[in-house]
């Protein structure tokens, strides 16, 4: 066990609401020993390659560049990027830099020190976790095929557990697998100063049947239980200093199907990149064929928040600047916007607001990747001996700040981050800082968009947005 050594355990689409007692006992039961981040958030979008890149760079997508799940990129113009599949980040990466800030594992690896990944994610999270492992070398097993896995391990977990099981909704069967790779080789035979395990449930069941669903509670269950080794083996002595527990956005059950590639203006629909997130990426647009377009959104039923002004530029009027929620990279499309989803959480709310989306899921099924509170709200707590035993943290933070924290208990750097060392986490930390709620808005012809944004510290953390009205003005 190395000082200030630390590991992060990912629940994939986890909902802080859903972390009860009965649902994962060990979790919630390691979460009210140390300290338990009661005001913990996603990035935005709030999509697992985004927010793995925010957390694993201690930047939002405004400095990282990764600014969506499938977003089209100025180096391979010939279709938009698709960040789950590791070829199309390597694509990118063959072209140009993938990433603008450096990721964590950069930083250990300048400092000499050691990261181990074990992931059930797609090839493309898992890259993110650690996109230079192979060069830093550090290893990462992925349950997927993928030029980051480490042959050793690989050989020693073929060894020790025989081949990677099928996946399925519960992935049990591939948790487990990764947590024996774990707890079983890693933790005996590496002992590295940052680990990760990423489980990419309940994400992968709850977008199939929906948060509440018995099958999405089966696999909070089964993770819980993965966990529960972990937190043996760790209250035993094994493993690292640190458990630092993360989830990297929540989920909303939609209940309404959105087209946005056939509502728009033909016009439109080859420049769109859709998503819960949505690019729209018009060429050199003028400001007036931005405020064109912002006629056209606003009128759309399933149009949610909408986002202008990448790289410094002004945003047009009817729009919230990018900056705002952490985005405006000069890879961002020139006007984004969400799909509605202003409603409560729940499927069977009828009559409530509706919850649009798109892309393969059905009525019932979980979704993420806006700005309603359901999606942005966070899993954060930590434990060990550097942290506070038995204290909630109403302090806001998200994402960004995970890579400043692991850095900071290391006693390394954390220069050209931009989140903030959650240091009243800490035993020996201060008290924690003030924090200030604002709530921005506009209205663009009876349309209204909010954003709820906390300031802590001069840094900002995105509650959470919604709308109201329509733009149906004629
Ligand atoms: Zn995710």
């Given at each position: 066990?190395?000082?200030?050594?630390?590991?992060?355990?990912?629940?994939?689409?986890?909902?802080?609401?859903?972390?009860?007692?009965?649902?994962?006992?060990?979790?919630?039961?390691?979460?009210?020993?140390?300290?338990?981040?009661?005001?913990?958030?996603?990035?935005?979008?709030?999509?697992?390659?985004?927010?793995?890149?925010?957390?694993?760079?201690?930047?939002?997508?405004?400095?990282?560049?990764?600014?969506?799940?499938?977003?089209r990129?100025?180096?391979?113009?010939?279709?938009?990027?698709?960040?789950?599949?590791?070829?199309?980040?390597?694509?990118?990466?063959?072209?140009?830099?993938?990433?603008?800030?450096?990721?964590?594992?950069?930083?250990?690896?300048?400092?000499?020190?050691?990261?181990?990944?074990?992931?059930?994610?797609?090839?493309?999270?898992?890259?993110?976790?650690?996109?230079?492992?192979?060069?830093?070398?550090?290893?990462?097993?992925?349950?997927?095929?993928?030029?980051?896995?480490?042959?050793?391990?690989?050989?020693?977990?073929?060894?020790?557990?025989?081949?990677?099981?099928?996946?399925?909704?519960?992935?049990?069967?591939?948790?487990?697998?990764?947590?024996?790779?774990?707890?079983?080789?890693?933790?005996?035979?590496?002992?590295?100063?940052?680990?990760?395990?990423?489980?990419?449930?309940?994400?992968?069941?709850?977008?199939?049947?929906?948060?509440?669903?018995?099958?999405?509670?089966?696999?909070?269950?089964?993770?819980?239980?993965?966990?529960?080794?972990?937190?043996?083996?760790?209250?035993?002595?094994?493993?690292?200093?640190?458990?630092?527990?993360?989830?990297?956005?929540?989920?909303?059950?939609?209940?309404?199907?959105?087209?946005?590639?056939?509502?728009?203006?033909?016009?439109?629909?080859?420049r769109?990149?859709?998503?819960?997130?949505?690019?729209l990426w018009l060429d050199d647009p003028a400001?007036?064929d931005?405020?064109?377009?912002?006629?056209?959104?606003?009128?759309?039923?399933?149009?949610?928040?909408?986002?202008?002004?990448?790289?410094?530029?002004?945003?047009?009027?009817?729009?919230?600047?990018?900056?705002?929620?952490?985005?405006?990279?000069?890879?961002?499309p020139p006007?984004?916007?969400?799909?509605?989803?202003?409603?409560?959480?729940?499927?069977?709310?009828?009559?409530?607001?509706?919850?649009?989306?798109?892309?393969?899921?059905?009525?019932?099924?979980?979704?993420?990747?806006?700005?309603?509170?359901?999606?942005?709200?966070?899993?954060?707590?930590?434990?060990?001996?550097?942290?506070?035993?038995?204290?909630?943290?109403?302090?806001?933070?998200?994402?960004?700040?995970?890579?400043?924290?692991?850095?900071?208990?290391?006693?390394?750097?954390?220069?050209?981050?931009?989140?903030?060392?959650?240091?009243?986490?800490?035993?020996?930390?201060?008290?924690?800082?003030?924090?200030?709620?604002?709530?921005?808005?506009?209205?663009?012809?009876?349309?209204?968009?909010?954003?709820?944004?906390?300031?802590?510290?001069?840094?900002?953390?995105?509650?959470?947005?919604?709308?109201?009205?329509?733009?149906?003005?004629?």
């Amino acid at each position: 066990m190395k000082p200030g050594s630390t590991l992060i355990v990912s629940f994939d689409g986890l909902r802080p609401d859903r972390v009860t007692a009965d649902l994962m006992p060990n979790l919630a039961a390691f979460m009210a020993e140390g300290v338990r981040f009661a005001n913990a958030r996603s990035v935005f979008p709030s999509e697992t390659r985004v927010a793995v890149t925010s957390t694993f760079t201690g930047n939002p997508p405004r400095w990282h560049g990764m600014i969506a799940n499938r977003f089209r990129h100025a180096a391979v113009p010939e279709e938009p990027v698709r960040t789950g599949l590791v070829e199309d980040l390597l694509r990118v990466a063959g072209r140009g830099p993938l990433i603008h800030r450096p990721a964590l594992g950069d930083r250990l690896a300048a400092a000499g020190r050691s990261m181990v990944v074990v992931s059930t994610a797609s090839t493309g999270a898992t890259h993110m976790m650690n996109p230079n492992a192979v060069t830093n070398g550090h290893e990462t097993f992925c349950c997927h095929p993928t030029p980051d896995m480490s042959p050793t391990l690989k050989a020693e977990a073929e060894a020790l557990l025989g081949p990677v099981p099928e996946t399925a909704r519960p992935n049990n069967a591939r948790i487990d697998y990764a947590r024996r790779v774990l707890t079983d080789i890693v933790w005996p035979t590496r002992d590295p100063d940052v680990a990760v395990i990423w489980m990419n449930d309940p994400d992968l069941t709850s977008h199939a049947f929906g948060v509440r669903a018995p099958e999405t509670e089966a696999s909070q269950r089964l993770t819980d239980a993965a966990f529960g080794e972990i937190l043996a083996g760790w209250r035993a002595g094994r493993g690292p200093e640190h458990l630092i527990v993360m989830s990297d956005h929540g989920q909303i059950t939609g209940s309404a199907t959105a087209s946005p590639d056939m509502d728009l203006p033909a016009e439109y629909r080859d420049r769109l990149v859709s998503g819960v997130f949505n690019g729209l990426w018009l060429d050199d647009p003028a400001p007036a064929d931005l405020a064109r377009a912002v006629d056209v959104l606003s009128e759309m039923p399933w149009c949610g928040l909408v986002f202008t002004g990448r790289a410094g530029a002004p945003a047009v009027p009817g729009t919230l600047p990018f900056p705002l929620v952490g985005q405006g990279h000069a890879l961002a499309p020139p006007i984004a916007f969400t799909l509605r989803s202003t409603g409560p959480d729940e499927a069977s709310d009828a009559g409530a607001e509706r919850r649009y989306f798109t892309e393969g899921i059905d009525i019932g099924g979980g979704m993420h990747g806006g700005l309603n509170r359901g999606e942005l709200a966070t899993v954060l707590a930590g434990a060990g001996p550097q942290f506070r035993a038995g204290f909630v943290s109403d302090t806001p933070c998200w994402l960004p700040d995970i890579t400043p924290t692991v850095l900071a208990l290391l006693g390394l750097s954390t220069e050209d981050t931009s989140g903030r060392v959650l240091a009243e986490a800490f035993a020996d930390g201060p008290e924690p800082p003030r924090a200030a709620q604002t709530v921005n808005s506009v209205e663009h012809r009876g349309f209204q968009q909010h954003l709820a944004v906390w300031d802590v510290e001069g840094k900002s953390v995105i509650d959470c947005g919604w709308t109201a009205g329509t733009g149906a003005w004629r």
